[in-house]
């Protein structure tokens, strides 16, 4: 589904009540929420809504788990860090419980810590093949989503729920979920904003299907929902 909204502004404040929606309807479902977060500009403006009254006060955090769709292998006091900015902008102001978050970050070698992370997310999800209430997506300029690359291996993964890999064009290691298993999500929920997205934007949602190229394409659930929330500026291509 796409939602078109005169700004970033605007758009932060819709996904802050889709969030605080998802989060009360799993809760009284199931007795807990389960969220995986995104890193980048765009959700900054979403945790700070989410920071403070009224959103913080609807968000029952203390039955939230907290997880990352991505993250540079990078210490979580690196300024690159996902998590760090999660921390900063969203979670040192929220009661959620420190053990109820996931960062995506060990000593141990990336590689061996995305096998670890797919065991905490199977734990966490007792096996289902439901995968988590709500995953939250940015998009790059060139197409890509979480650590999903054009042209990288990843792309072609069919089992893993989580893989890391060593992305040579930044010089450094990323770990990432996994289309197959983002694509179990409940719901997923892209915020893209401003005028560089453009192409992309048009690319992914009405160009020809070329996943290899802009991998968002990839994100397609079979039974979840997905939304696109855009404004203006990021949307100036698409047929409206």
Do not use: C
Not at 9 to 31: H, I, M, N
Not at 154 to 173: C, G, I, R, S
Not at 189 to 214: H, I, Q, T, W
């Amino acid at each position: 589904m796409l939602h078109i909204f005169k700004d970033a502004q605007e758009l932060s404040k819709a996904a802050a009540e889709l969030f605080v929606k998802t989060a009360q309807k799993a809760v009284q479902e199931k007795g807990r929420f389960s969220v995986a977060l995104t890193g980048g500009s765009s959700p900054v403006q979403l945790h700070q809504l989410l920071a403070q009254s009224p959103y913080k006060d609807q968000v029952p955090w203390e039955q939230t788990y907290i997880f990352w769709g991505d993250e540079r292998w990078v210490p979580l006091t690196d300024e690159k860090s996902n998590a760090k900015m999660a921390l900063e902008t969203l979670l040192n102001y929220v009661p959620v419980p420190e053990n109820q978050i996931y960062p995506m970050w060990d000593e141990q070698e990336p590689e061996a810590y995305a096998r670890h992370y797919e065991e905490i997310l199977r734990n966490h999800l007792m096996e289902s093949a439901l995968g988590l209430d709500l995953i939250l997506l940015g998009m790059g300029d060139d197409g890509h989503t979480a650590s999903l690359f054009p042209g990288t291996d990843v792309l072609q993964e069919k089992t893993k729920w989580v893989d890391a890999y060593y992305l040579e064009p930044q010089q450094m290691h990323r770990i990432t979920l996994t289309a197959p298993f983002i694509n179990l999500a409940k719901k997923i929920l892209f915020l893209s904003f401003g005028e560089k997205k453009a192409d992309a934007l048009y690319e992914v949602l009405e160009g020809e299907r070329n996943p290899e190229k802009f991998p968002a394409q990839l994100i397609r659930p079979q039974q979840g929902e997905t939304y696109w929330f855009v404004d203006e500026a990021a949307a100036k291509r698409l047929k409206k």
